[in-house]
T-cell receptor, first 113, second 111 residues
Framework: GESVGLHLPTLSVQEGDNSIINCAYS??????FIWYKQESGKGPQFIID?????DKRQGQRVTVLLNKTVKHLSLQIAATQPGDSAVYFC????????????FGKGTLLTVNP | DGGITQSPKYLFRKEGQNVTLSCEQN?????MYWYRQDPGQGLRLIYY???????QKGDIAEGYSVSREKKESFPLTVTSAQKNPTAFYLC??????????FGDGTRLSIL
């Protein structure tokens, strides 16, 4: 079936390092992808999104890369800070104009001071 | 400030009891969604609504019901038919081609 998954369930980095969180998706028809950050006990917070007609998009300290050939999505966080510690989810739009999102299981990012 | 409000933050259900989780948004968003999150897992879609008085089942709708009588409100009822209701429930809303925005969730437990 269609799914969105993550290669690494946990990632530990030192403060100031760059972080890369990866995501694989299987629905080649997906046209929109989102990264969310979720802190403990809270709802997911939007970080950055990308549409399938792009292969890279940059935000503040974050970059999303999309490789449609291998159905791979990554989130790069520059100069990782302790406040970046959270679970990160990728999600794909599998529902066309309904924007029904399919979420991966998440990666726990821990930033060591 | 505009946002999505979920209440209560914590909820306890007795055996055989229906409980209703509230989700209110003042963002004037057309679409609203309910997700279930289990520990260490991603979000799974329960129900969604694109417009008032219309809603569709998501991937795990069994044991749940919703209504959408007002644009700003999308309550979720967890019925006694849902045999494993313990989870973190998240409501989201969206407009146009924008990403979904989430509330801070309701944690439901069984007494």
């Amino acid at each position: 079936g269609e799914s969105v998954g993550l290669h690494l369930p946990t990632l530990s980095v030192q403060e100031g390092d760059n972080s890369i969180i990866n995501c694989a998706y299987s629905n080649s028809a997906s046209d929109y992808f989102i990264w969310y950050k979720q802190e403990s006990g809270k709802g997911p917070q939007f970080i950055i999104d990308i549409r399938s007609n792009m292969d890279k998009r940059q935000g503040q300290r974050v970059t999303v890369l999309l490789n449609k050939t291998v159905k791979h999505l990554s989130l790069q966080i520059a100069a990782t800070q302790p406040g970046d510690s959270a679970v990160y989810f990728c999600a794909e739009n599998s529902g066309g104009s309904n924007y029904k999102l399919t979420f991966g299981k998440g990666t726990l990012l821990t930033v060591n001071p | 400030d505009g946002g999505i409000t979920q209440s209560p933050k914590y909820l306890f259900r007795k055996e055989g009891q229906n409980v209703t989780l509230s989700c209110e948004q003042n963002l004037n968003h057309d679409a609203m969604y309910w997700y279930r999150q289990d520990p260490g897992q991603g979000l799974r879609l329960i129900y969604y609504s694109q417009i008032v008085n219309d809603f569709q089942k998501g991937d795990i709708a069994e044991g749940y019901s919703v209504s959408r009588e007002k644009k700003e409100s999308f309550p979720l009822t967890v019925t006694s038919a849902q045999k494993n209701p313990t989870a973190f429930y998240l409501c989201a809303s969206r407009t146009g081609a924008q990403p979904q925005h989430f509330g801070d969730g309701t944690r439901l437990s069984i007494l």
